[in-house]
């Protein structure tokens, strides 16, 4: 089975479960969002500025790897035109249950990031791509049709992993790991996540992720960092992931 199908049936078991980020949002943080009131997270704990986002009524926008009803039904609350890709059925089954019970439209595409988007060129004013970068082994193809579905002008928001966490052991205290970490090429890899239920996850270097972005010909606008929201490495404000603000 390709790696990506393994991460697709172990992300749908994970949302049975009640995994926190396969949630799908109450009606009353939709009816909030109406009002103006929201927030939105492309990491764990820090929410993403709202001027970030500029004004989202009339745009198109994609939720990239985004499913799982908890974005998305705040951006059409805000009045954007909504698209989610997702190769999680499970979190698209979320998508389409709060769109039917808030009463708006969306577009929901089942499909693998790791392959050519199945978007025209220039389709989207902004791309809204939450941690899940982890899941794939290429990172930089993702920039590059990230650059191709958006308008000139548009945005691209993502959240991304700074590799920390995948050199230590599962209590935080010791760094076990060579980088990259890979389950593909390393057997003992692969057990760790096999052991911890964690799907097949991968490392990615800073050149990755931010150099991937501009050698795709975005420009960076903007940066935060944020930590795991739990664990040793928290409660040690040590930072684990990054969101970013790019413009094409």
């Known amino acids: 089975m390709r790696y990506q199908d393994v991460n697709a049936s172990t992300i749908d078991r994970w949302v049975e479960e009640g995994w926190e980020w396969g949630k799908p949002i109450e009606h009353a943080v939709f009816a909030r969002a109406l009002r103006g009131e929201w927030d939105v997270f492309l990491t764990p704990t820090k929410p993403v500025p709202h001027d970030w986002f500029g004004d989202l ?24 035109v909504c698209t989610v890709l997702d190769y999680s059925e499970k979190q698209l089954a979320s998508e389409r249950m709060v769109a039917k019970r808030e009463g708006y439209s969306i577009s929901i595409v089942r499909a693998d990031m790791t392959q050519p988007l199945p978007f025209a060129d220039e389709s989207f004013d902004l791309i809204f791509h939450p941690v899940s970068n982890c899941y794939i082994r290429e990172v930089k193809p993702v920039w590059m049709e990230c650059w191709r579905v958006l308008k000139p002008g548009g945005v691209l928001l993502s959240g991304v992993d700074h590799y920390v966490n995948y050199i230590v052991d599962d209590a935080e205290k010791a760094i076990v790991n060579h980088l990259p970490f890979d389950p593909l090429t390393d057997a003992q890899q692969f057990r760790q ?11 990615h270097t800073l050149e990755e992720q931010i150099g991937g972005q501009l050698q795709a010909g975005f420009t960076l606008l903007d940066l935060y960092e944020d930590t795991n929201g739990e664990g040793r490495l928290h409660e040690l404000n040590i930072p684990t992931f990054l969101a970013m603000r790019a413009i094409k």
Request: no cysteine; hydrophobic share 45%.
């Open 57 to 80: 009524r009339g745009k198109a926008v994609l939720g990239l790897a985004s499913g799982g009803g908890q974005q998305m039904p705040v951006f059409a609350a805000l009045g954007a």
């Open 193 to 203: 996540l096999k052991k911890t239920d964690s799907g097949m996850q991968f490392s």
